[in-house]
């Protein structure tokens, strides 16, 4: 929200501005309106400015509407007039249908906001009608509406008065009607309320025949970015399709918002079995758990021992569980390598089955840990007479007994 100085405009008028900048979603992106440039008319009688003049600078298809309001501070009450940007002089609404100003009510705060709403949905209609003289855009928007499905759409083509030639881009903002309501609530809690959506931005670049619209490009933005695109496994996995050469938007808009709607469901399946994942692991070995992701079920250690050799095993569960399988990290609690770190070996490529239920993975895991925790402790072993590592005692005062034990264990792993 762009703060104004209130105290500094005509009583009535801050009204109308405080109201607007507590309420001021507006477009299909729902972004923020910001208000700037207070301005004055003419001075009070005790010679103090009062501002009366704001700049609204709207976001539009990707676009900023800089239109300027001119209230009057001599007569607080009376509706406001408006002065378009010069991109936009041949926007001219029709004022008797202008209901919000016919019908200006001073008493309702809301007032100004209802104003610019209503101005946007005509420059929303002038700009369907400047596309309405290209046959392939006006083809493009009348399919996409058709569906019924793909309604929230704004287009933008630039001022003529401005395009010296017939090169131009026109661009498509278009909101995917996708549900992120299964998306994993860890990953959006720390975001701001409110609902999230995706827009597909598609961008026709005209290459200078008055019929032909070609280069066209694509992107896709996610109003809660961060969390989104992590929910989803990152910006490498937002593959979106490719527009073909003789693609329409009423095709490819669909194949876009399946494709997201899978990976929401993915996303949303492979917590649930990451959850019941871990749930078994707890239910078989929950006595040799040393810690485990209790919010994204992505990780879970244990201390396990096999013949008397103790080592730890960290099991990496992936976003895309089940489809993609764990990876199992075996530690040693006695070596370190020749850098000081853990001995450790990682096993990606073991007997797995996606449509094993929880229960067998933690089985056939602890079966596959005892297998590889013997070949670990052997490959541990041929390393320490390789390198003749040392194995350090805890730091502490030593004991006999410390080092008596300590000498045992040598003796056995020589």
């Known amino acids: 929200m762009t703060g104004l100085p209130l105290e500094d ?13 507590e309420n001021n979603d507006i477009g299909v992106l729902g972004g923020r309106v910001h208000l700037t440039e207070p301005r004055t008319s003419c001075n009070s009688i005790d010679g103090k400015k009062l501002y009366d003049r704001i700049q609204v600078n709207i976001p539009f298809a990707t676009h900023t509407l800089s239109w300027q309001v001119l209230f009057n501070s001599m007569y607080p009450e009376d509706p406001p007039d408006f002065i378009f940007g010069p991109a936009d002089n041949d926007f001219v609404p029709p004022l008797e249908e202008i ?10 705060p809301l007032s100004l906001k209802v104003v610019i709403c209503e101005l946007i949905e005509f420059y929303k209609a002038f700009q369907i009608e400047e596309i309405s003289q290209h046959t392939r855009l006006q083809f493009e928007y009348a399919s996409l509406m058709n569906t019924r499905k793909f309604t929230e759409v704004e ?29 994993p609530e860890y990953f959006t809690k720390l975001e701001s309320p409110g609902e999230d959506m995706a827009i597909l ?9 008055k019929s032909k619209y070609n280069g066209i490009s694509y992107v896709m933005y996610f109003q809660k970015v961060a969390p989104t695109i992590s929910a989803l496994g990152g910006s490498n996995s937002l593959r979106i399709p490719v527009f073909p050469n003789d693609g329409c938007l009423f095709t490819y808009v669909p194949q876009v918002c399946e494709l997201l709607e899978n990976m929401i469901d993915l996303v949303a399946k492979g917590f649930k079995k ?17 810690e485990y992701d209790a919010e994204s079920f992505e990780q879970i250690s244990f201390l396990f021992e096999n013949q008397d050799f103790h080592f730890l095993l960290h099991v990496h569960i992936p976003p895309y569980f089940p489809k993609d399988q764990p990876e199992f990290v075996f530690q040693s609690v006695y070596h370190t390598t020749s850098t000081g770190r853990p001995f450790n070996q990682t096993v ?6 996606p449509r094993w239920t929880g229960n067998e993975m933690a089985v056939r895991a602890n079966r596959q840990s005892s297998e590889e925790a013997g070949e670990c402790n052997i490959l541990i072993r041929d390393t ?16 006999a007994g410390d080092l008596e034990h300590h000498g045992r264990r040598l003796l056995m792993e020589s």
Not at 160 to 179: A, D, G, H, S, Y
């Open 99 to 108: 209901r919000s100003l016919v019908k200006w009510d001073p008493d309702d």
């Open 155 to 183: 287009v933008h083509m630039p001022h003529r008065r401005m395009m010296q030639t017939w090169e131009t881009v026109v661009k498509f903002l278009i909101r995917l009607p996708v549900n992120f309501s299964e998306i």
């Open 201 to 209: 931005l598609v961008t026709y670049q005209h290459p200078g025949e």
């Open 274 to 290: 990451r959850q019941e994942y871990v749930a078994a692991f707890l239910s078989h070995y929950g006595r040799s758990v040393l």
């Open 348 to 353: 990606k490529d073991y007997p797995y089955s």
């Open 9 to 21: 405009f005509h009583p009535k008028i801050a009204t109308f501005i405080a109201a607007f900048q």
């Open 384 to 399: 320490h007479e390789k390198r003749r590592l040392v194995i350090a005692l805890p730091t502490r005062l030593c004991t």
